[in-house]
């Protein structure tokens, strides 16, 4: 059995971290390298850091944001947004990131991904999949770009399956239907996913209970769970998710 890890997600904007619902409403959620020393110390496995307005604001990942959290941590942290070709990602790993998350740029340049996958190595390399439901599409789930503002016309299953086979090392799927809601994982595409691929997946968007994260891993089938509003407001710590988890029977690092 795999170890689940925990991994709580910085949404950045104007400095602070943020959330909203379903991408919009945003409201202020903190200090971001407040949050990540917190999220350290309470036993997080890794740390995402999204710029989630680089893509539609039409600039770069802020590398300010990510030198200050990197040095206040010691885990892995993927940071996203704005990252658009070798020399972005180059950047933002000497910033300090482990591992790099592109998703717009990577639609408009599949060959991105094999060519950041060879010249960094896989393991560095996560492809993020915005997706919402579309009956129109073989799976039911339509690929979303820029910032979850323009659907286009695509299959999300079968763009992860394209990802993987050009040397994604991990595939970071989030249903918009289910963002910020606290619902719980959209399981069935989190599922989907993880079906179609042989690559980690991350299950993102919509955590609110202890459940949905046994959810997330056991019927979504994924290794990493990451969640915001939950910890962001204190609704969850990461220490009672994982200890929820090793009553389950599942394999955590406590």
Known sequence: MATIKIMPCLDMKNGRVVKGIHFVDLKDAGDPVENAKFYQEDGADELAMLDIAATIENRKT?????????????????????????????????????????NTAAVKEPKLISQAAKEFGSARIAVAIDARRNKEMPSGFELVVSGGTTPIGKDAVSWAKECEGSGAGVILPTSMDGDGTQAGYDLEFTRAISDAVRLPVIASGGAGTLEHFYEGAIKGKAQILLAASVFHYRILSVRQVKEYLKSKGLKVNL
């Open 62 to 102: 802020r590398l300010e944001w990510i030198e200050k959290v990197s040095s206040a941590i010691t885990i892995p942290l993927t940071v996203g947004g704005g990252i658009a070709s070798l020399e972005d990602i180059d950047i933002v790993l000497n910033a300090g990131a482990s591992k790099i998350s592109i």
